[in-house]
């Protein structure tokens, strides 16, 4: 990517969960080490978070799902990028994720999985090494 | 020996052994704190509890201001009630599971709703695809709340529910299915959560803008205070604020501020506040620090008491009594060695005990991982009942009061949390501080430096940032099949076939109505309710008058 553009984040809440403790901290970190970090609220659809995405142009998306419901959301934000084109864009995940999920998440494009006790320097760390553009 | 010579043998010590040994042998810390940022002193001494008026900050069990307890005899009568939060998937599925934990001694049901039900969509509805049954019961109409209750008298047994924007749809089925078993109202015990504001702030299950979501509570306040006396209307809820984040002093004082705001909508809407008071109770989070948690139960009872008599002129004891709820922390189970959490839950516990709670959920060890399993919830509810039948703590009221520590750290607490209310006061109340995102802004704070704190190695998690060790992740976690939303899909479509349309249409046109207007709506949710209408329905009608939350606070 060029040199001196910030990475920019969009920090996303699908579905229906409520718990953004994770999510917030997790962007103040990114915000903390240099990146722009927009974060979506709650409730957001597969379409919103897709659609910000593009609009806010964004070099990375990470969601946070505490829920459950990561089987159905993340693959349906996966899929919907693919519709629309977008394929420089890095997706992660993070939230109470059992680890007999992860492969699958992966498989369907989510580049790495945050779990719970995982640092936000990880983080940061993951997303500045495996950035698409 | 007086105070004075206690003063000058306490310099003596401080200046000469204590300090020698430090010098020596520098303490782990340059300065210990609390998770408020209260300074904790290398020893406490009575210099720390010289302005400690025994009768009018202590006082007795059971009486003003309830520092040592609400009750006269506290557990010497009857334990904490053990009531262990549970539901997942399908109504008969959870049905199984209160069944088990009443068998295995528990003593009051606790019961957890999907995301859909608490934010009032139907299973069917686009928003709720991946969420139904996932974080607890999923709840359409009475006619799952008839098979979630199957077979459990629910004049024998008191229930708590959480749920908060549609507390009125959802108190209204469980008082239809008592009366399809013969059960009047006035027979139910039991709590609805019904804490909106708390919802704003930090727990995110909203559907309703402010306004409009006050009138639904004190109609539910002022409906219960006749139909339904035995009902806790409300349980104002420091949990999910602490869990969001918030330290111990914050959860009081923001805890106690939506507790004002509530109080005050009730009384602005014409009620006494005698008539509801004593039905208002609380839910606090039980976090790591024993001692700071102990001091933290105290110093809100003992708040609350003075809120309720000084700024409310609540006359009936029982208005001024903070009864409350305690779960242990959640956030504070870590992912790495689960059965680690068994002994955190258990120091947790034995807080909410020693600081006088009226009814415990313990959490279950693989709660970072997954919903729990049956047998963590069974070793959950041991720890409950290890702490009632074998440690002694309960034998005698309070034991921990007229500790120095103890008292000092009460004291503390209790004036930093009202320096906060007097803050959030200034802004204009609770409402107005979730508003302008004060609150909100406080609470991401302590989440942040409590994170950083651990990144940093200041802030020690056992198994976590410190005494690792190389494990396999733990199997046999609970998972909930992904067929019970086409399940509760096709219930859905049954149901909508079979009812009688036209009542139910009637009764929502009845809602609608009286929506537009000011009439107390339980009524008429009742009646909708009893025609078989679904939560989705009924919400959607009060969506359609009301409107929807929107947060006006951009991150």
Same mark, same amino acid.
């Given at each position: 990517?060029?040199?001196?553009?910030?990475?920019?984040?969009?920090?996303?809440?699908?579905?229906?969960?409520?718990?953004?403790?994770?999510?917030?901290?997790?962007?103040?970190?990114?915000?903390?080490?240099?990146?722009?970090?927009?974060?979506?609220?709650?409730?957001?659809?597969?379409?919103?978070?897709?659609?910000?995405?593009?609009?806010?142009?964004?070099?990375?998306?990470?969601?946070?799902?505490?829920?459950?419901?990561?089987?159905?959301?993340?693959?349906?934000?996966?899929?919907?990028?693919?519709?629309?084109?977008?394929?420089?864009?890095?997706?992660?995940?993070?939230?109470?994720?059992?680890?007999?999920?992860?492969?699958?998440?992966?498989?369907?494009?989510?580049?790495?999985?945050?779990?719970?006790?995982? $640092?936000?320097?990880?983080?940061?760390?993951?997303?500045?090494?495996?950035?698409?553009? | 020996?007086?105070?004075?010579?206690?003063?000058?043998?306490?310099?003596?010590?401080? $200046?000469?052994?204590?300090?020698?040994?430090?010098?020596?042998?520098?303490?782990?810390?340059?300065?210990?704190?609390?998770?408020?940022?209260?300074?904790?002193?290398?020893?406490?001494?009575?210099?720390?509890?010289?302005?400690?008026?025994?009768?009018?900050?202590?006082? &007795?069990? !059971?009486?003003?201001?309830?520092?040592?307890?609400?009750?006269?005899?506290?557990?010497?009568?009857?334990?904490?009630?053990?009531?262990?939060?549970?539901?997942?998937?399908?109504?008969?599925?959870?049905?199984?599971?209160?069944?088990?934990?009443?068998?295995?001694?528990?003593?009051?049901?606790?019961?957890?709703?999907?995301?859909?039900?608490?934010?009032?969509?139907?299973?069917?509805?686009?928003?709720?695809?991946?969420?139904?049954?996932?974080? !607890?019961?999923?709840?359409?109409?009475?006619?799952?709340?008839?098979?979630?209750?199957?077979?459990?008298?629910?004049?024998?047994?008191?229930?708590?529910?959480?749920?908060?924007?549609?507390?009125?749809?959802?108190?209204?089925?469980?008082?239809?299915?008592?009366?399809?078993?013969?059960? &009047?109202?006035?027979?139910?015990?039991?709590?609805?959560?019904?804490?909106?504001?708390?919802?704003?702030?930090?727990?995110?299950?909203?559907? &309703?803008?402010?306004?409009?979501?006050?009138?639904?509570?004190?109609?539910?306040?002022?409906?219960?205070?006749?139909?339904?006396?035995?009902?806790?209307?409300?349980?104002?809820?420091?949990?999910?604020?602490?869990?969001?984040?918030?330290?111990?002093?914050?959860?009081?004082?923001?805890?106690?501020?939506?507790?004002?705001?509530?109080?005050?909508?009730?009384? #602005?809407?014409?009620?006494?506040?005698?008539?509801?008071?004593?039905?208002?109770?609380?839910?606090?989070?039980?976090?790591?620090?024993?001692?700071?948690?102990?001091?933290?139960?105290?110093?809100?009872?003992?708040?609350?008491?003075?809120?309720?008599?000084?700024?409310?002129?609540?006359?009936?004891?029982?208005?001024?009594?903070?009864?409350?709820?305690?779960?242990?922390?959640?956030?504070?189970?870590?992912?790495?060695?689960?059965?680690?959490?068994?002994?955190?839950?258990?120091?947790?516990?034995?807080?909410?005990?020693?600081?006088?709670?009226?009814?415990?959920?313990?959490?279950?060890?693989?709660?970072?991982?997954?919903?729990?399993?049956?047998?963590?919830?069974?070793?959950?509810?041991?720890?409950?009942?290890?702490?009632?039948?074998?440690?002694?703590?309960?034998?005698?009221?309070?034991?921990?009061?007229?500790?120095?520590?103890?008292?000092?750290?009460?004291?503390?607490?209790?004036?930093?949390?009202? #320096?906060?209310?007097?803050?959030?006061?200034?802004?204009?109340?609770?409402?107005?501080?979730?508003?302008?995102?004060?609150?909100?802004?406080?609470?991401?704070?302590?989440?942040?430096?409590?994170?950083?704190?651990?990144?940093?190695?200041?802030?020690?998690?056992?198994?976590?940032?410190?005494?690792?060790?190389?494990?396999?992740?733990?199997?046999?976690?609970?998972?909930?099949?992904?067929?019970?939303?086409?399940?509760?899909?096709?219930?859905?479509?049954?149901?909508?076939?079979?009812? #009688?349309?036209?009542?139910?249409?009637?009764?929502?046109?009845?809602?609608?109505?009286?929506?537009?207007?000011?009439?107390?709506?339980?009524?008429?949710?009742?009646?909708?309710?009893?025609?078989?209408?679904?939560?989705?329905?009924?919400?959607?009608?009060?969506?359609?008058?009301?409107?929807?939350?929107?947060?006006?606070?951009?991150?």
């Amino acid at each position: 990517m060029d040199e001196g553009r910030k990475i920019r984040v969009l920090v996303a809440k699908p579905g229906l969960d409520g718990h953004d403790r994770g999510a917030k901290v997790v962007a103040r970190a990114l915000r903390d080490a240099g990146m722009e970090v927009i974060y979506t609220g709650l409730r957001q659809t597969p379409e919103q978070i897709v659609a910000a995405a593009i609009q806010e142009d964004v070099d990375v998306v990470a969601m946070s799902i505490l829920s459950g419901a990561h089987n159905y959301l993340f693959p349906r934000v996966m899929q919907l990028l693919r519709e629309r084109g977008v394929d420089d864009v890095l997706v992660v995940g993070g939230g109470i994720i059992p680890d007999e999920d992860i492969p699958g998440l992966k498989e369907c494009g989510i580049a790495e999985v945050f779990t719970p006790g995982a $640092s936000t320097a990880d983080t940061v760390k993951f997303i500045r090494e495996n950035i698409k553009r | 020996m007086n105070q004075g010579d206690l003063s000058g043998e306490y310099g003596r010590w401080k $200046s000469g052994p204590y300090a020698k040994t430090c010098a020596r042998f520098p303490e782990r810390k340059e300065r210990f704190e609390g998770s408020s940022g209260i300074e904790v002193k290398p020893l406490y001494t009575p210099l720390d509890v010289e302005q400690v008026d025994y009768v009018n900050d202590l006082g &007795f069990p !059971g009486e003003y201001p309830y520092n040592r307890g609400v009750q006269p005899t506290m557990y010497r009568g009857r334990f904490w009630t053990m009531r262990q939060y549970a539901g997942f998937a399908t109504a008969e599925e959870s049905n199984r599971r209160y069944k088990y934990l009443l068998e295995q001694g528990q003593t009051g049901l606790s019961v957890a709703f999907d995301l859909p039900t608490q934010i009032g969509y139907d299973s069917d509805h686009e928003l709720s695809a991946g969420e139904v049954g996932k974080v !607890g019961v999923a709840i359409d109409s009475l006619a799952d709340m008839e098979t979630l209750f199957d077979g459990i008298p629910l004049d024998k047994v008191s229930t708590s529910m959480t749920i908060n924007a549609p507390a009125s749809m959802l108190l209204a089925m469980y008082i239809a299915v008592a009366e399809k078993q013969g059960v &009047f109202a006035n027979k139910l015990n039991g709590t609805i959560q019904n804490d909106i504001l708390k919802e704003y702030a930090a727990r995110g299950t909203y559907i &309703f803008p402010p306004k409009p979501s006050m009138r639904l509570i004190t109609n539910i306040f002022e409906y219960c205070s006749t139909a339904v006396p035995r009902w806790n209307t409300i349980s104002i809820s420091g949990y999910h604020i602490r869990e969001a984040g918030a330290t111990a002093v914050q959860e009081v004082a923001f805890t106690l501020a939506d507790g004002i705001a509530y109080v005050k909508a009730a009384v #602005d809407a014409g009620l006494d506040v005698d008539d509801f008071g004593p039905r208002l109770s609380f839910f606090f989070n039980a976090h790591n620090d024993l001692l700071e948690e102990v001091a933290k139960f105290r110093a809100a009872r003992r708040l609350w008491a003075r809120i309720m008599r000084d700024r409310f002129g609540a006359k009936d004891p029982k208005s001024m009594q903070l009864r409350f709820h305690t779960q242990t922390a959640g956030c504070t189970l870590t992912a790495q060695q689960p059965d680690n959490n068994i002994v955190r839950v258990t120091l947790q516990a034995l807080a909410a005990v020693l600081g006088g709670t009226q009814s415990l959920h313990t959490n279950s060890r693989d709660e970072a991982l997954a919903l729990p399993s049956q047998d963590s919830v069974r070793i959950a509810l041991r720890t409950q009942q290890i702490i009632a039948y074998e440690s002694g703590v309960a034998d005698t009221i309070d034991p921990l009061a007229v500790s120095y520590y103890i008292e000092a750290l009460t004291d503390e607490i209790e004036r930093a949390a009202a #320096d906060y209310i007097r803050r959030i006061d200034e802004i204009g109340g609770a409402p107005a501080a979730i508003e302008r995102g004060f609150i909100q802004a406080e609470i991401e704070e302590s989440a942040y430096r409590y994170q950083m704190e651990i990144e940093s190695g200041d802030r020690t998690i056992v198994g976590l940032n410190d005494f690792q060790i190389e494990e396999d992740r733990p199997s046999g976690l609970l998972k909930v099949d992904p067929a019970v939303g086409d399940l509760q899909c096709r219930k859905l479509a049954q149901l909508r076939a079979e009812r #009688d349309n036209a009542a139910v249409e009637a009764s929502l046109a009845a809602l609608e109505h009286a929506a537009s207007g000011s009439d107390n709506l339980m009524p008429y949710i009742l009646d909708a309710v009893r025609a078989y209408a679904t939560l989705g329905e009924m919400c959607g009608v009060l969506r359609g008058v009301f409107g929807e939350y929107k947060p006006t606070v951009a991150y």
